[in-house]
């Protein structure tokens, strides 16, 4: 069977954990706060604050500024369902807005159109790694006094314009989960260009403590922490970051795979007139962290008749992105039209895509495609 996705870890992330492991410091320590360096630096990011999943990233981000009931923020319905669950779990109303057809992100005037008085933000999502033009996006949210974080949950090694996203705003957040490109098992971490806010991030996800234990354990005299507000705990341990930093080292080479495979797809499939196959924006370079093809409703087959063909044949394939608004978690809540949005969940398909897919077995989902 061709799974859709496959991490690719090995011996050198095992040495890593068993290391963390031997070493006899499991929780957050030196590997998080390495782990951390590192990955601000790799993508131009002032700090780095790992947590526990990007979720519960986001689930801070939407803290640290303060926002709670009576509040709105903007999220496609289009994405992975924590992106709108993190609002309400902030006590916040999700507010969602339609998706552009080609990068399945929201868009500057999609959002504008969205904003009432109670908006204080927007989450902006690379939707499976392509950037969103938050060039744009951006000055609208200036233009309106709202925050705009970035949902990086997928868009690792990404880039926007000149720079890779992370580097932009005041709050970006990565995932870590295997079915993204550089895994810990579960994890995520918070980028931001702001100190004060990279300080209360780092007191949230540790229950508001001033201190965490490996300052405590490694300062010189004695250390006695306070707790200034109540906190979660939504730490990442050393054993994930000992491989997230195994990790780091192979991602420019897991995306240079990744666009190679996109490139094969596309030469492939493009000739098919009822197919949309993905590419770079004119402002920016995707990872392909997911390759989410298009039918067109013309297109002879279904989506739901394209992946039964393919699962009888070996290959495991998923339907494209989930829409929130979709689901029993969201039945009744209010909405305005979303139509690109349920064209997009309903006519896209992802292929499998990973670093040791062989060239032999992407030529099979090919054919099985095609159908030949
Ligand atoms: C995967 C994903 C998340 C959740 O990430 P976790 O690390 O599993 O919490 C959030 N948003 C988007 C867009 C995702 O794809």
Known sequence: ?????????????????AEAVNSGWVAQGPRVAEFERRLAAKVGAAHGVAVSSC????????????????DEVIVPSLSFIATANVVRQAGALPVFADVDLMSQNLTAD??????????????????????ADIGAIAKVCTAAGIELIEDAACAIGSWFRDRPIGSHSRLVVFS?????????????MVMTTDEQLADRIRRL????????????????????????????????????A????????????????????AERYRSALSEVETLATPHDPPYGRTNFQSYVLRLEENHPESVAQLIARLEANGISPRRGVMA?????????????????????????????????????????????????
């Open 324 to 372: 929130a608004h979709l689901e029993p978690a969201f039945a009744g809540h209010p909405h305005e039209p979303l139509p690109n949005t349920e064209h997009l969940t309903r006519q896209t398909i992802i292929l499998p895509m990973y670093h040791t897919l062989s060239d032999d077995e992407q030529d099979r989902v090919i054919d099985q495609v095609l159908d030949r």
């Open 176 to 188: 870590f989960h295997p079915r993204k490109i550089l895994t810990t098992g579960e994890g995520g």
């Open 205 to 240: 996800r540790q229950h508001g403590m001033t201190v965490g234990a490996y300052e405590r354990h490694s300062s010189a005299g004695p250390v006695v922490e306070a707790y200034l507000e109540s906190g979660w705990n939504y730490r990442m341990t050393d054993i994930q």
């Open 110 to 131: 999609s959002i504008e159109a969205r904003v009432t008085s109670k908006t204080k933000a927007v989450i902006a999502v690379h939707q499976v790694g392509m950037p």
């Open 242 to 261: 000992a491989v997230g930093l195994v990790q780091l080292d192979k991602l420019d080479e897991m995306i240079a795979r990744r666009r190679l495979q």
């Open 55 to 70: 979720t519960a990233g986001l689930h801070l981000a939407l803290l640290a500024l303060n926002i709670g009931p009576g």
């Open 1 to 17: 069977m061709i799974p859709v996705m496959k991490p690719w870890l090995g011996p050198d992330e095992a040495a890593a954990a």
